[in-house]
């Protein structure tokens, strides 16, 4: 059965901390692994990783795959706190196109 | 980029009514649309895969006389909560991807607040 697996499940930090997130998935047939953060509402996409070790970077954020090691991360610096949020991974595994989701993790940036 | 549009974006009902929330794909065409439902404070569970033309894929556990699906064109799926309960309150979010584009990501509609009272 896939799995994908978040850690840690929450965080606290201060603003200006840097965190990292990470994500272990166990699939057949891995197409991509997906980045996503949720608010009060449903997910907005972050990024797209199919390729091991190639970083991508959206301003403050970035986020790498290993594909040997089948694990991401993903990188936040300098958190301000409207990145306090639910982060998804999700793993495209082209069984139908269905994405299989982590439990997330809760990141909460404090003043 | 790709967008979805979901609605109603929340809704209240009394127990033993039925609700249909819609999900659309502005502009692209989705053959294939996912229904996925989300408990506070869980991750996104996917109920179903809505096929244009075709009978929708249930996951196991998703009642598919309970939660109804259409997907009578390449922009437009529908869930019909049949005879809801409380225990059927939850967020429902719809995606879809564009298959012209085989590295579009999932998009996701807004979701749907569902209460049932």
């Known amino acids: 059965e896939d799995k994908v697996v978040q850690s840690p499940l929450s965080l606290v930090v201060h603003e200006g901390d840097t965190v990292t997130l990470n994500c272990s998935y166990e699939v057949t047939n891995f197409r991509s692994l997906l980045w996503y953060k949720q608010e009060k509402k449903a997910p907005t996409f972050l990024f797209m990783l199919t390729s091991s070790g190639i970083e991508k970077k959206s301003g403050r954020l970035s986020s790498i795959l290993d594909k040997k090691e089948l694990f991401s991360i993903l990188n936040i610096t300098a958190t301000q706190t409207g990145d306090s949020a639910v982060y998804l991974c999700?793993?495209?595994?082209?069984?139908?196109?269905?994405?299989?989701f982590g439990k997330g993790t809760s990141l909460l940036v404090t003043p | 980029g790709a967008v979805v549009s979901q609605h109603p974006s929340w809704v209240i009902c009394k127990s033993g009514t039925s609700v249909k929330i819609e999900c659309r794909s502005l502009?692209?065409?989705?053959?294939?649309m996912f229904w996925y439902r989300q408990f506070p404070k869980q991750s996104l569970m996917l109920m179903a895969t809505?096929?244009?033309?075709?009978?929708?894929?249930?996951e196991q556990g998703v009642e598919k006389d309970k939660f109804l699906i259409n997907h009578a064109s390449l922009t437009l799926s529908t869930l019909t909560v049949t005879s809801a309960h409380p225990e059927d309150s939850s967020f429902y979010i719809c995606?879809?991807?564009?298959?012209?584009?085989?590295?579009?990501?999932?998009?996701f509609g807004n979701g749907t607040r569902l209460t049932v009272t």
């Open positions: 995606s879809a991807r564009d298959l012209t584009d085989y590295n579009s990501p999932l998009h």
């Open positions: 809505s096929n244009e033309g075709s009978k929708a894929t249930y």
């Open positions: 999700a793993v495209d595994s082209n069984s139908g196109y269905a994405l299989n």
């Open positions: 502009d692209f065409q989705a053959t294939t």
